[in-house]
């Protein structure tokens, strides 16, 4: 955490600020006072139907989270993004990634996260610094994206080269040593514009309020890189290329420690893993895109990137059948050196057509994506040993020379795809698509068909009202022996088919300066696995009677309120339920609140000086499938300030200050799980108390 005396030179530099800047506005010349852009609000969406279309011609809910929020919050990870979207909870953080859930359903690394319309594998903390919105896209996205949970998609949308010339670059200091340097360049590289790029660097370092048992801290080094650019071949066909990188090395923090009656074991700021425990990920992703005007009708999108992780993963993973409830005993550290390497390819082609015929307008998708995956990993096991919670853990012996890497898993998806959304008058809008899918794995087909309708009816041009049914699906491969010996060992399983039904309206208020939407939806997953044991043999059956229903509603808004105040927020109530489960019948799943709302706001206290508040509400969760562990609910209240001295009409210099958990409210967070093994909850993120962080901004 900061000292006393660095809090007090930080917060005194940003808050003296507007002294200086005001008096060097007395005598500049150049200055010139202007109005500036808030709210928050996309008028359109094109990662939800793949193709340009409004929010009012959207049969479904899609959260906006934009590039404004992100930096008047100094985001530095996705679930600082993700927070404004009530139907967005967190789950853990170990392994140094974090994991989500949309309208209860948990989003898979592999298949729930986007980037840039591209299927994206998300097993490592996002580089947000390359980002100028998320959009969540909320419901089954079978059609269009194929593979993906019944809760939605996260599409994480990168900054695109500019055509005038921009400069951002940016300082933040924070608690804990947080430090992160970013600089931002975009703008034509020739006289004619054809030619864009734009380049952003970052480089942060930060420690933690928690401490490992022999007193050291935490340590993170972070390096993220990446270049756009774009040529305008003709005046109607661009091509995009990418590249970034991601380098994040950090020690290890798998969370905190409770019984199952709520009492925390030890203290609250004790790190359970080894002091030696560190993971490294890299992270490239190199593509194209190309954007083409065909004909008057028909226009075509298509692109690549293929993506390569590489992660170096040295933990002890603690086990806790020896502590006591008080935080005496021994705790079991052992361990292991881990290499993994993952590939994700991917590609994708679009078709679009803006055409009338019968009588209708017509906007026509055809399309199709692959996706190729693959897997390598070497590993190497530490002895075990036990130790006292605050006895310093010797360092493993470890030959990481000695770990060779083996394939451990390949697969390919094919995917093809059509939607047709008709406008058959000003009042009337239907939309209707069908998806194709095959994944071939260890030479073993799966197929399945997905369908979407939706009907949207326009009571007026500022709103509209629609039902749709919409479908997701997750291929459940073939039976496998493994812990549990099973009797239908090598059967292909069907997938399991995510089924929804929702209502919902949208309007445009205040002269279309503010955006409000709700929704009723009804979604059921079918075909779950289930492990029945079969009374003669003592062996199992797996039989796909699995059922979880997640009914709820929804309510959002984004823009202006008067001229001066602006919001995003958002609040969703879900009743969640394990419906049918050998185990979990009747339970709700983990980390997913009844109730829960979120609110980010700015006022224009004057031209210059910007006052921002946000207030964020999670209900209780259950921290474990079992529901023997319950997290209470909690309100954290944030806050920032910043102040814009505009030294012209192009060069802006901004002082922020952005106080995270106002009040010092103590609540626990995402993550946890139980064991046989033992008594308690482990791996439970505690939320972290009144934090800071302060930037200056120079924006050209």
Avoid at 69 to 96: C, F, H, M, P, Y
Avoid at 132 to 158: C, D, F, H, Q
Avoid at 202 to 215: A, N, P, Q
Avoid at 291 to 318: C, H, K, M
Wanted: without cysteine; negative net charge; glycine residues 10%.
């Amino acid at each position: 955490m900061f000292t006393k005396s660095q809090l007090a030179l930080v917060i005194g530099a940003v808050l003296a600020t507007p002294a200086v800047v005001a008096e060097t506005v007395k005598t500049d010349e150049h200055m010139v006072v202007e109005g500036r852009d808030y709210g928050y609000k996309a008028d359109t969406n094109a990662t939800a139907m793949r193709m340009e279309a409004t929010q009012l011609e959207t049969p479904g809910q899609i959260a906006v989270i934009d590039e404004q929020i992100i930096d008047e919050q100094r985001a530095s990870t996705l679930g600082d993004v993700l927070k404004n979207d009530a139907s967005v909870s967190a789950g853990g953080t170990s392994r140094n990634r974090e994991r989500f859930s949309l309208r209860g359903f948990e989003v898979q690394s592999s298949s729930g996260f986007l980037r840039d319309g591209h299927q994206h594998w998300s097993h490592y903390r996002q580089p947000v610094e390359l980002l100028e919105r998320v959009e969540v896209v909320k419901g089954p996205s079978g059609l269009l994206y194929g593979v993906s949970a019944p809760g939605g998609l996260i599409n994480m949308v990168t900054k695109k080269p500019t055509y005038e010339t921009q400069v951002n670059v940016s300082q933040d200091v924070g608690s804990n040593d947080h430090s992160r340097t970013m600089v931002d360049v975009s703008g034509a590289l020739n006289d004619d514009e054809t030619l864009r790029a734009r380049t952003i660097i970052s480089k942060e370092s930060y420690s933690s309020w928690r401490t490992y048992g022999d007193g050291s801290k935490p340590q993170t080094e972070r390096l993220v890189g990446g270049l756009f650019v774009d040529y305008d071949v003709t005046d109607d066909v661009t091509v995009s290329v990418h590249y970034d990188k991601t380098n994040d090395k950090g020690s290890v923090d798998s969370g905190a420690v409770y019984t199952l009656d709520g009492q925390l074991v030890g203290n609250k700021d004790h790190i359970w893993d080894a002091q030696w425990s560190e993971i490294e990920n890299d992270v490239e992703n190199v593509g194209f895109n190309v954007n083409a005007q065909l004909t008057d009708v028909w226009s075509l999108n298509t692109g690549f990137n293929y993506q390569d992780f590489e992660r170096i993963d040295v933990e002890s993973y603690p086990s806790f059948a020896n502590l006591n409830p008080d935080g005496t005993g021994t705790v079991t550290q052992g361990g292991n050196y881990r290499h993994d390497k993952w590939r994700f390819r991917t590609g994708y082609l679009d078709l679009a057509a803006d055409t009338r015929f019968a009588g209708m307008d017509h906007k026509i998708l055809l399309g199709g994506n692959w996706l190729g995956y693959s897997y390598e990993r070497g590993m190497d096991s530490f002895n075990k040993g036990e130790y006292a919670p605050s006895e310093t853990v010797p360092v493993p012996v470890q030959v990481p020379g000695a770990t060779s890497l083996a394939p451990k898993g390949r697969y390919d998806t094919w995917g093809f795809y059509a939607q047709d959304l008709m406008t058959i008058n000003d009042q009337w809008q239907l939309l209707a698509g069908l998806r194709f899918d095959r994944k071939v794995q260890d030479g073993v087909a799966e197929e399945n068909f997905a369908p979407k309708l939706g009907v949207i009816y326009h009571p007026a041009d500022n709103g509209s009202v629609y039902v749709s049914y919409s479908e997701s699906f997750e291929p459940q491969g073939q039976v496998t022996s493994g812990s549990r010996t099973y009797i239908n060992e090598g059967e292909l399983l069907d997938a399991a088919i995510g089924k929804a039904y929702e209502v919902g309206t949208k309007w445009e208020l205040l002269d279309n300066r503010l955006f409000v939407s709700g929704a009723l939806f009804d979604i059921t997953q079918e075909n779950i696995e289930l492990d029945v044991e079969d009374p003669a043999s003592g062996d199992y059956v797996v039989t796909q009677g699995g059922q979880q229903e997640h009914r709820g509603a929804e309510l959002s808004a984004q823009g202006f309120v008067t001229e001066k105040f602006s919001l995003s927020g958002s609040a969703m109530y879900l009743d969640a339920e394990i419906t049918n489960h050998e185990t979990y019948a009747g339970n709700r799943p983990v980390d997913v609140p009844e109730f829960a709302a979120s609110v980010w706001s700015t006022y224009a206290a004057t031209n210059e000086m910007d006052v921002n508040l946000g207030v964020i509400y999670e209900g209780s969760r259950y921290g474990d499938e079992a529901n023997t562990f319950k997290k209470d609910a909690y309100t954290r209240v944030d806050m920032g300030l910043a102040y814009t001295y505009k030294y012209d009409a192009d060069l802006d210099m901004v002082a922020r200050l952005t106080v995270e958990n106002l009040f010092d409210t103590d609540y626990l967070a995402g993550g946890g799980s139980t064991s046989s093994k033992h008594q308690y909850a482990e791996d439970v993120v505690i939320g972290e108390g009144r934090n800071y962080m302060a930037t200056l901004q120079i924006k050209y």
